[in-house]
């Protein structure tokens, strides 16, 4: 079907030359009709016009300057909370549930062509799943009209998925820019956590039909991106039936509700943020590094391993970047995950709530993940002391 497609960027970069080479791939599209319309989000600051200047001056760009939300919080908690407005912004903006958004930022530089195929092939690539007409269970149905694209999804830790970037419906986008997001990232978050930010806005549209994901929030503090202690987490947790239980029903979000590609090498550009910290301030930005998995996509690909659950999630961190590793748990046979076991475990997630039967196993999975941390932050202040 004809869809009209919206690109909406928020954001701004301070990286000399980056925004004219982010927005052209877009106003190529544009000019092409796969765009229908480019809206660019930003604030109204004066000390920013001389970043948003280059974008006044495209005429196939909706630049649209918004007073800066008046936030409160540490700094990762800010910058979630200026995305979610700014998204909510260019949302209202958007005319039609039906109409596409691609959502982005101006420190990313698309390939046209990766971008085009998405958004082309939408109604193919995203369309609604298939998967509970060939399961006894009943499974949740998804919250979302069509799946979501998202470059990247982790597999060991539910809902951490990339949320810079993605593509849907207006009608599913809405879900991720609500302030229940603002609110998990605000009442869930610690400085050894602020990775929150990634599962916040998935997350939300998913809490009310997977009420097993609840204290898998209550208890975020403990996932912990340090690679050592990753190391300590994965080997103490990798065997135990509830961690299997959070893989198998995040697997299934994924596998029903999201379309997961990264592409390869050099279709997608995200470089990373600048600030007092940043390394490559006085680098051209041509010559500065993707980030984080976008920089070694053939390695993060190769560790995927379909159709075996355990490689992927024995993996420090369990990098997805296309459909085949969750889709392989649910159409093809495992030599790790029988039928019979995969039912089983399909079965008492549906019906968490109702038959606690997996009460005493979550409690002692988190007490154990809970001792893993507070070591973890005694041994921190022992090395600080």
């Not at 982010?22 to 109204?44: E, N, Q």
């Not at 369309?127 to 509970?132: E, G, R, T, V, Y």
């Not at 810079?164 to 991720?176: H, N, P, S, T, Y």
Request: overall charge neutral; glycine content about 4%; some cysteine.
């Amino acid at each position: 079907m004809a869809r009209s497609a919206v690109a909406v960027v928020v954001g701004f970069t301070r990286r000399e030359g980056l925004l004219p080479k982010s927005f052209a791939p877009l106003r190529a599209l544009k000019a092409a009709g796969v765009l229908d319309r480019i809206l660019y989000v930003t604030w109204d600051k004066p000390d920013l016009d001389p970043w948003v200047v280059d974008a006044a001056a495209m005429r196939d760009v909706e630049l649209v300057r918004v007073p800066e939300p008046v936030v409160e919080g540490q700094s990762y908690q800010k910058k979630h909370f200026y995305q979610t407005h700014n998204i909510a912004e260019a949302l209202k903006l958007a005319d039609g549930d039906d109409t596409l958004i691609l959502k982005t930022r101006p420190d990313v530089i698309f390939d046209p062509n990766f971008i085009a195929g998405k958004i082309r092939a939408f109604d193919f690539l995203c369309a609604p799943s298939q998967l509970s007409k060939r399961f006894k269970q009943k499974m949740p149905r998804s919250p979302f009209a069509m799946k979501i694209w998202t470059p990247w999804a982790d597999s060991n830790q539910p809902f951490f998925f990339e949320d810079g970037i993605f593509a849907g419906l207006k009608r599913d986008v809405v879900q991720l820019a609500t302030p229940k997001s603002d609110d998990i990232v605000r009442n869930f978050a610690d400085e050894h956590s602020a990775w929150i930010v990634h599962i916040a806005r998935y997350i939300v549209p998913f809490l009310k039909d997977y009420p097993i994901f609840t204290n898998y929030l209550r208890n975020f503090r403990v996932y912990v991106q340090d690679m050592n202690y990753r190391r300590r987490q994965i080997a103490s947790i990798f065997q135990d039936l509830f961690f299997w239980h959070l893989v198998i029903a995040n697997a299934w979000i994924l596998a029903d509700s999201f379309h997961v590609d990264c592409g390869y090498p050099g279709q997608i550009v995200f470089l990373p943020p600048e600030g007092a910290d940043d390394k490559y301030a006085d680098t051209p930005f041509e010559d500065v590094p993707s980030r984080m998995p976008y920089n070694s996509i053939v390695t993060w690909r190769a560790g995927q391993k379909p159709g075996s659950v355990t490689n992927s999630i024995a993996r420090l961190f369990g990098r997805l970047m296309d459909d085949s590793w969750q889709q392989a748990i649910f159409n093809a046979p495992l030599g790790d995950l029988t039928p019979e076991n995969l039912a089983g475990t399909l079965e008492r997630i549906a019906h968490y709530r109702s038959n606690g039967v997996l009460n005493e196993v979550e409690t002692a999975f988190y007490a154990k993940l809970d001792r893993i941390y507070r070591e973890h932050l005694a041994s921190d202040a022992k090395s600080a002391a």
